[in-house]
């Protein structure tokens, strides 16, 4: 069969040029479509697509479809999949809003695979090849990593020059934060491991040298992360992860461990620097007034700090934009993400606005951070849609990038690409204001 995966771009600010350009060095592959590319049989062949960078021929000659979905891409999803399907073509779709939502998405599909895909992949495709396929697979308890392939057979390519390759060493978080889509996806809330030894001939196989790990957290089992680092002294990599503030602020020998490894950069979710904020949500791995510190320490190390802010809580005032402004420009927070409190399908908080009636549309293409799709408590939707337009402005500004790019300039093609085309992203939204 020939099977084409694809990642939908629900996006409807056309990227520049520019920004496309950047995007094929610094994009990789969809951690999800790798893992199913390591359990299709060989026999099989695989496309990719990243609608962010390439466009869709709905002409072309495939068997299956398979469509990853997460809410704000339901919309555009569900579009492309009934084209595929006028055209007679099987589909699939999988992802995080098919599993919260299965009786919306299966109007739009042949089949669903609700929860975590490794597992059920194989005996979808067999199903397919002798004309049984069912409507919903659902996967019964978390998938054991163990029993993953490493890297597959070379089917799928990396496009681009050097671009970075993301693997996945543990998957899972248990922290369970009450706006979290991830945590609250079927097993997820389950914390696993791969075996190192796994990893680390995984990592052998790479070509690449720039490695983004996908895990949720990598400072959630630190015993195993620091085996794991150790492990990665002598491979030559470079690489980014994903840590949680609490504990970057209290091990420095992790730190160590990570830098030595070849960490260049840990993206935190600060979420907030309102500790009100970040109490209500149940976010306990963050201590607000301990942020500069875990900044330096990490800085300290040679690393960068991508900080990811959300404003909306119950707790926010106008006045949280000013003061997360000034404290990540006198921090010197590396990079940055700004999004609007969304309360996703599946989770304790949309549940929780839906029974206050504070939920103000179900058009998913707006759950992308950027819209308020709920009432705000103390703020008006307009207050919110301007403030992450100000956070852009304000860090985003031409002096911040120069000053971003400078930090990056000795670290690598890569991570210098990286931060280029995060900077011109920036710029976008910031160009691009919002109706």
């Known amino acids: 069969m020939k099977i084409l995966f694809i990642y939908p771009n629900p996006s409807k600010i056309i990227p520049s040029n520019l920004v496309k350009l950047f995007s094929i060095f610094s994009n990789p592959i969809i951690p999800a479509f790798k893992a199913l590319n390591n ?31 997460m809410t704000n891409q339901a919309p555009k999803a569900y579009m492309i999949s009934d084209e595929f399907r006028k055209k007679g073509k099987k589909v699939v779709l999988g992802g995080w809003h098919p599993s919260a939502l299965p009786d919306e998405a299966k109007q739009h599909a042949d089949s669903l695979v609700i929860g975590e895909a490794e597992e059920l992949w194989p005996q979808v495709i067999s199903d397919i090849e002798n004309n049984k396929l069912e409507q919903i697979y659902r996967q019964q308890k978390p998938v054991d990593l163990s029993k993953i392939p490493n890297l597959g057979n070379g089917r799928i390519k990396q496009k681009g020059i050097n671009s970075a390759m993301a693997i996945e060493a543990t998957r899972g978080c248990p922290h369970g934060c009450n706006f979290c889509a991830i945590s609250h996806s079927p097993g997820r809330r ?20 720039y ?31 994903y840590g949680n503030a609490n504990v970057l602020q209290n091990d420095e020998e992790l730190l160590k461990l990570a830098q030595e490894a070849g960490c260049i950069s840990w993206t935190i979710g600060f979420d907030s620097i309102s500790q009100k904020s ?8 963050n201590i607000s007034n301990q942020y500069t510190s875990v900044i330096d320490k990490i800085h300290d190390f040679g690393m960068n700090v991508e900080g990811s802010f959300m404003f909306g809580f119950d707790a926010d005032t106008a006045d949280i934009f000013d003061s997360t402004l000034d404290f990540i420009c006198k921090a010197d927070v590396d990079k940055a993400e700004f999004h609007i409190l969304t309360p996703f399908p599946g989770t304790p908080l949309f549940d929780e606005y839906e029974k206050q009636d504070r939920i103000v549309t179900k058009d998913w293409s707006k759950y992308d951070g950027k819209n308020v799709v709920y009432k705000p408590k103390h703020l008006i939707a307009e207050d ?33 690409i990286t931060i280029t085309s995060i900077s011109f992203q920036g710029l976008t939204f910031r160009n691009n204001k919002r109706t």
């Open 39 to 69: 359990v299709t049989p060989d026999k099989h062949k695989i496309d990719i697509i990243d609608e962010r960078i390439e466009q869709i021929n709905y002409d072309e000659d495939y068997d299956l479809i398979g469509i990853t979905v």
């Open 190 to 209: 389950i914390f696993r491991v791969r075996p190192v030894e796994q990893v680390i001939n995984e990592l052998k196989q790479i070509s690449q040298k």
């Open 211 to 241: 490695i983004l790990f996908s895990d949720a957290s990598m400072t959630i089992n630190t015993k195993y992360t620091k085996e794991l680092f150790k492990n990665m002294r002598d491979l030559g990599k470079k690489f980014y992860c």
């Open 278 to 285: 970040l109490d209500s949500i149940g976010k306990k791995t």
């Open 384 to 416: 919110l849609m301007n403030g992450i337009q100000k956070m852009y402005n304000g860090f985003y500004n031409p002096s911040n990038i120069l000053r971003m790019i400078g930090r990056n300039v000795n670290k690598g093609i890569f991570p210098l």
